[in-house]
């Protein structure tokens, strides 16, 4: 279990959404100030800020919704405990009386 946490895929995990909204969000923030008309006043400033962050964090949350539904990107499943071996002796008790003996 340590060698999974401490591997490079799972920084690589760590650092991609964050990574992922940085990214989003520098380049509405630079489309949109591009496109809003100027001269740009402070309530300018603060649509394209709270624009930018709502668009990086829908994103974000699509990529860990995506991510949840297929298992791949975010979320390793384990495998299954390996089960024990039935017994047939008598003093098994989880094994269903049979009704014999």
């Known amino acids: 279990m340590d060698d999974l ?13 964050p990574g992922l909204f940085i990214c989003v969000f520098g380049a509405s923030t630079m489309i949109l100030m591009r496109v809003v008309p100027g001269p740009l006043k402070e309530l300018d400033f603060m649509v394209i800020g709270t624009v930018s962050v709502m668009l990086g964090l829908l994103v974000v949350f699509m990529m860990v919704i995506r991510s949840a539904k297929s298992g791949d990107l975010f979320f390793t ?3 299954a405990p390996p089960t024990k ?3 047939t002796s008598i003093l098994d008790l989880n094994q269903p009386h ?4």
Do not use: I, M, W
């Open 77 to 79: 499943r384990r495998e």
């Open 5 to 17: 946490e401490n591997s490079p895929r799972s920084a690589v995990r760590l650092l991609a959404l």
């Open 98 to 101: 049979n009704g014999k003996g």
């Open 85 to 87: 071996p039935r017994g």
